[in-house]
């Protein structure tokens, strides 16, 4: 099945909220140019259960999303591996097309 | 006792109670943060306002020298505790060292709570205490993290710009400052808000933090019997030094016992967030958990009680 | 008429011509549940401080055992005719008739404000009879879906945790105890906010049920003419048996009506999430359409004011 | 001077610094959105009690067909001026002069918070000429925009129902009229939500607001030099304008500086989302940037005390 | 890797807050039935950053989530690539697959 | 195109609030350890249009996102059929890369 647009890498990022401008700082460096944030409102996984409660917000999850040109996505995926464990990175990869190709190169 | 029977702490209890059967109770996360910088303007307005009328003192200066020096160095010897009997990393150890060296908010508002319905109210200015002690101890904190855990150095720079604007140390000095400007007379239009309003507001904040303390002492999975317990004994080893010092440097009763109920309290709000982002490495699970899971509850039913308990031996 | 000029019941239908007219006001989430929360805190710790005052009586427990009667039993007429009249499947039935066993809080709260400005007060515990009328209808509901519906019995005890550690009643109760345990002294400090702020907050939550139920009805597509007649029948009906209840067992006429509003009103937030979870089967468009769309705005406007009249005339 | 001081214009302040210095403090969203809806509604009683106390005057009637008058003719001359100084394209200068004409809801809350201080206070209904002049302009700046830009025209029933059921026309109208409608002893028992808290709540209001208004400064990159003299320029000359010809028809002090109020202030809640839709060729960033972060903390901060300080030259 | 289920066109627009029904609109017109809307936090592109203060809400943006039958989804896509520019939204499309794929037809 | 990473199955939920407790339970009977719960705002399918009003929660919906390795994952997907009409469920799946794959076993 082929779908319109033109095939760009998506990244998902599930990330504590205190490291987003960490991440963002590094898609920078990457000239990665745009991202969007999104909430998340609770999960479980190997350290437990949580639940936002924006109060403690160290440990308040968002999800970051980063549309970018595969070469592009691949060498931040590569910078960003050694934060995996001490960061608690979930980090999701996917092929997508998007319109309007030259706003993600 | 009496002190177990007051609105605020049986909301507490409430709250605590409806985590541990399970209940479905659960207070929008919005509406807790929006009640939690709501309680931070209100002490802040209060404390502006008293000093405002008292005027600056001598023994204000020396309270405030008393409240830094204690944050600065609390997370000293807790650090060596933690990493002796509490077999903690350096970087764990380092981490909650500095929650033990800052202060809650809501544990002191509590205790002020406490001390109003007791009588021996403390002096205004310990809200500019509070609001002195919650960063330097992350300053501490880190430097232990880098001397002994090896975590790369920070620049100083980015360090002072993260605890200076702070959320919470904007709006507790920025709400006193308004206090101090506006005075009495400026305050009490708004007074029906952040006066008459308080202590309700207040119950209903503390029946959010038992529902999220006890989900966290429920689910927590870094906690374990020794750690409950040192988050128990480092809270009352340092509420009774805030409360010697408070005695030593001449504070009247209810100021001593309100500086051991700040020296005694656990940061879970600052300093958990500048941690995650200078220390992701540390456990968020371990240091939310003893701060806020052990340490917070301990110190609303117990440890408030005792400091001042303390206090009124100890002043004369 | 005059019931109809209150500021609470205007705001009911500022709210309701404002999501009839498609307008793009809307409260957020999280306020609108911040408030619920808050209103039930506040009528628990009434009710809690009022039976402080005036002591447990013979007559407390009598209209407990009335009210936790018809919330077991109205579910059986209701769930018959449902059936019969309404042409419902078994497992529709069963669910919707849970409801309508169980109460609204807001409806019971405006039905007190309105007794209130008619200087015909419900006694204090009338609130603890609220809390008890939440989750029998549940059982009773859940039994007969399995009766008839051929619905999987759940374990008992599941059941009971569920209904028993539900947020509403957990709120409620816990709230009453809190004023039970502080009584009318240590509620003084805390009254500006649970007992001063009370009708103007809740003339804020009732724009925001305005605004739901209108979008409900507007945009429910289960509704049809035949079960919104039904869900006016059953509500009537239900009250007028609570009231004549009331006047049986000898309440006084603010009392009875009360008693008429729990029984005639209908539950919009526990039973649904109940019945979500137990009866997944069931429409949730249905029994939400029925008793947040037509039942609750019905009430506000006019059968509160009906089921007082009835009580002025019943009880001598 | 004395303006600056008063505790809402330092939370203002306050707000603004901590978004300055990039302070991770920040509000819900769902509660600052909260607190806007809670001053719409407060405000609106609060205009509809007094009229209800006062009566229905010509005066009323006149200053509305000004305020009315003000909102549809302010567009044309700003849009010249943005097309010829500003270089806007058509249909941008379009959008932006909408937002001139209209008005913002709490740069007034914050005028007649100031007149009340300064003991010259406007008249209730001014509160009815607020939600007369919300959407006016916003047909205004859609004509300009068909006519000049070669927007395609809307269906002219969307868009009076669009500006007609727009939240804050619904909220500000609706609580007018319940004020109207229950005047001051139906008033009362909702008074200390609405009358008491007021201030305090507008306090936290403008804290939110100044974070929202300076981050917007901040992070813009549609604001020029030249564009944020224009800011100044036309909210000063609207201004200016709505203060003379409240003089002209004869208002008192108080009154014809709140028309100058609302006149120089720029709508940054109902306009912009009318334009996002009726106009989504126009950019966002411009017209949010020029009416909340520069039009707003101007007026805030220095636009009313010169309306005022005019109306009190002008009136005699 | 074959997953269970059957394919369809996922296609999720990045949109502000007030522009929704529009987009909703141009759903009915190609007879597709069911849409989700999810919130997002905050985000960053070309024309600069933004946070969701939900006041001003004419930039609060939203995600919508649409799954339909390939055919529709690219003649919907074609409807509404003329207002990528002045919507200025961000389209995302994949396929995925899903259960009970005639509520999706 | 290739992605850094591992290929696991995501499985995307969308489900009303009160019912997310027996998802997660599922899990469990599957081995599957972590998930995440997301938030939604409002949406549109054949029982009509929703709003989330949290009042009412019965109708409150979110999304809740499992990664797993894909036997696992068709296993859950059969468990989950035969509630998909009676509890309203909207499934999504889709194959993704992931970093550390030994967290999605
Ligand atoms: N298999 C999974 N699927 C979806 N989300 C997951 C999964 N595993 C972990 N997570 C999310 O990632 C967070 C951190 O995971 P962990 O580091 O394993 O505790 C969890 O709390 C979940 O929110
Ligand atoms: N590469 C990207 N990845 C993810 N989201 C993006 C990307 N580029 C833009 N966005 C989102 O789309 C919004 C509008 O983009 P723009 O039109 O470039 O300002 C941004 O504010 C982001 O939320
Ligand atoms: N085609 C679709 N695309 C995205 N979401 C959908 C779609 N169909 C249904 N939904 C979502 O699933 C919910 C339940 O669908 P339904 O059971 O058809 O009412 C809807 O309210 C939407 O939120
Ligand atoms: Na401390
Ligand atoms: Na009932
Ligand atoms: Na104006």
């Keep these: ?8 890498t998506r990244v998902e ?6 490291l987003v401008p960490q ?15 999104m909430p998340t409102l609770s999960g479980e996984g190997e350290a437990g259960t ?31 591996r050694p934060l995996l464990d001490s960061y608690g990175l979930i980090v999701m990869l996917s092929t997508i097309n998007v319109l309007r190709p030259e706003k993600f190169a | 006792m009496e002190t177990l029977l007051s609105p605020v702490v049986l909301f507490f209890v409430l709250g605590a109670l409806a985590a541990l059967v399970r209940s479905d109770l659960s207070i929008p996360e919005a509406v807790g943060k929006g009640i939690s910088l709501y309680l931070m303007v209100a002490i802040g307005l209060k404390g502006g306002v008293e000093v405002a009328e008292a005027g600056f003192t001598l023994e204000l200066l020396v309270a405030a020298a008393a409240g830094i020096a204690l944050s600065f160095m609390l997370p000293l010897p807790v650090f060596v505790v933690l990493r002796r009997v509490g077999k903690l990393s350096s970087v764990n150890a380092a981490a909650v060292s500095a929650h033990y060296g800052s202060v809650s908010v809501v544990t002191f508002v509590t205790g002020l709570e406490i001390l109003t319905r007791q009588q021996i109210p403390a002096a205004g200015y310990t809200v500019a205490v509070l609001a002195l002690m919650e960063t330097p101890a992350i300053v501490s904190g880190l430097l232990l993290a880098q001397r002994y855990g090896g975590a790369e150095p920070r620049p100083m720079g980015d360090l002072l710009h993260e605890t200076l604007t702070n959320a919470s140390v904007m709006l507790l000095v920025g709400s006193f400052s308004v206090g101090l400007i506006v005075g009495k007379d400026g305050f009490s239009p708004i007074a029906p808000v952040f006066e008459g309003a308080f202590r309700g507001v207040l119950c209903l904040f503390l029946l959010d933090m038992g529902l999220i303390a006890a989900k966290r002492l429920r689910e927590g999975k870094s906690l374990t019997p020794r750690l409950i317990a040192l988050a128990i004994a480092i809270a009352l080893t340092n509420g009774m030094l805030g409360v010697l010092l408070g005695a030593a440097i001449g504070l009247d009763v209810g100021t001593a016992a309100a500086l051991g109920i700040l020296a005694g309290s656990a940061s879970y709000i600052a300093v958990p967030a500048a941690m995650r ?13 003893m701060s806020l899971a052990v340490t917070f509850p301990f110190n609303i039913l117990v440890g408030i009680p005792i400091y001042i308990w303390i206090a009124q031996q100890v002043v004369q």
């Design chain 1, 50 to 80: 949580w639940d936002d409660d924006l109060i403690t917000s160290a440990q308040h999850k968002v999800t970051v999303l980063v549309v970018a040109e595969p070469g592009k996505a691949d060498a931040f995926i590569e910078d960003i």
């Design chain 1, 23 to 37: 991440i963002v700082t590094l898609l920078g460096k990457h000239a990665i140019r745009g991202h969007t944030v």
């Design chain 1, 1 to 8: 099945m082929t779908l319109p647009g033109t095939e760009r």
């Design chain 1, 13 to 18: 990022i599930l990330v504590d909220a205190p």
């Design chain 2, 277 to 289: 982002l200078a220390l992701p490495q540390a456990d968020p699970g371990l240091y939310l958990g």
